[in-house]
């Protein structure tokens, strides 16, 4: 389905190569400042022709709110948003009437539907993200002023080139602590925040385009500031939920939280976050956080980090032995314009994704809480 979320409710819409992309969102606060100059930066950061690493679709991607705020403050109503394709070439696409592209969602949308889009990769295509960083850009002004939420993204991984993210390094809790998006910027297209292996991961890059190839990485995230209670047992426990919003986000393929993978060699002796009272801020705090900020489903006011793995990216102008619709053997090579590696701009659709997320949880969690006041 193309909605998002229970409370703070995210509807997209769009294909890669139709007049406009954009989105519907609803449950937002009335009374919030809101405008375009908010939401801007986010999809800015997404938008392709950044770099001479990135596809050269020339995009400005400039939302444009239509409707749920008055004199720069929403009125509680839902907010449509708009963002024009302005650099299409649906002719670039011509050969996709018979070959299903190798690792596309081609094949699967015709079985799907009887019908596909004839140019680009219609909702399976990354424009369709662009509404999802403009929601994402609301709910994170919603946690900004409700509590302070921070939420950092940044590349660990480009192919075989990684940086230390081992959940048990106080080196990388450190980073976790401390990263700001100021600093993921600061290393230009690649972001990541390692400058000892930023430039290799460059060079990583490179390689493959230079080879009309692509390649994957690795984005992690972090959320500091959370309150604590937000997640809802047993099915939506919040790092469930934080899954299925990044595993909904194309080329993604996994999804790890805390000490992930690596905490299963550890034992429960030694993975074991210890509880302890923080005089400061007056709460129980853990003096280890391998949990990733969530126990039991729900947040523990720790740090939330995770890391999303994104595949190589399937378009590629290397000539591929593959077959057309009717079964007939062929080759195909991709004419369209397309990123060497996906995972340096998808930084701010992660972001975006958990915002919502959290929005959502925070919402419900409030709910809740109201309920409970007036019952006692």
Do not use: W
């Not at 019908?115 to 509404?131: N, Q």
């Not at 400061?280 to 793995?309: A, D, H, M, W």
């Not at 593959?322 to 995972?343: E, F, I, N, S, W």
């Amino acid at each position: 389905m193309s909605t998002f979320g229970k409370l703070f409710r995210v509807t997209t819409y769009g294909e890669s190569h139709c007049k406009s992309v954009g989105c519907i969102v609803d449950g937002v606060p009335p009374g919030m400042s809101l405008t375009e100059e908010d939401l801007q930066p986010q999809l800015t950061r997404r938008r392709p022709g950044q770099s001479k690493l990135s596809t050269p679709r020339d995009e400005k991607d400039r939302v444009e709110i239509q409707s749920g705020t008055e004199f720069g403050k929403t009125l509680g109503t839902p907010i449509a948003m708009i963002v024009k394709n302005e650099d299409h070439r649906p002719h670039d696409y011509s050969e996709m009437d018979k070959y299903p592209r190798p690792s596309h969602a081609d094949f699967t949308y015709s079985e799907k539907y009887g019908i596909k889009a004839s140019s680009g990769g219609g909702r399976a295509s990354a424009r369709e993200t662009i509404g999802r960083v403009a929601a994402g850009g609301i709910a994170e002004k919603f946690l900004k002023q409700v509590s302070d939420v921070e939420i950092v993204a940044f590349v660990t991984q480009i192919g075989k080139v990684k940086m230390n993210r081992d959940p048990f390094d106080p080196n990388f809790q450190h980073i976790l602590n401390t990263i700001t998006r100021a600093k993921v910027d600061s290393m230009g297209f690649i972001r990541c925040p390692d400058a000892s292996v930023a430039g290799d991961m460059v060079k990583e890059i490179e390689h493959y385009r230079g080879q009309q190839d692509s390649i994957g990485g690795v984005v992690t995230c972090v959320v500091r500031n959370l309150p604590t209670g937000l997640g809802e047992p047993c099915f939506d426990k919040l790092e469930a939920l934080l899954a299925h919003a990044m595993l909904s986000i194309p080329a993604s393929k996994g999804f790890e939280i805390g000490s992930g993978f690596v905490g299963v060699s550890v034992p429960g002796s030694k993975h074991n976050d210890m509880f302890y009272f923080d005089e400061e801020t007056k709460r129980l705090r853990t003096k280890t956080n391998n949990s990733g900020g969530i126990q039991g489903g729900i947040s523990n006011g720790e740090n939330i980090y995770f890391s999303v793995p994104f595949k190589s990216v399937a378009t590629i102008s290397q000539e591929q032995q593959t077959c057309t619709y009717d079964g007939q053997d062929g080759t195909l090579a991709a004419k369209g314009r397309h990123d060497p590696a996906v995972t340096p701009r998808a930084i701010p659709i992660v972001e975006a994704m958990t915002a919502l997320v959290l929005a959502d949880a925070l919402l419900i969690q409030k709910s809740r809480d109201y309920a409970r006041s007036v019952t006692h």
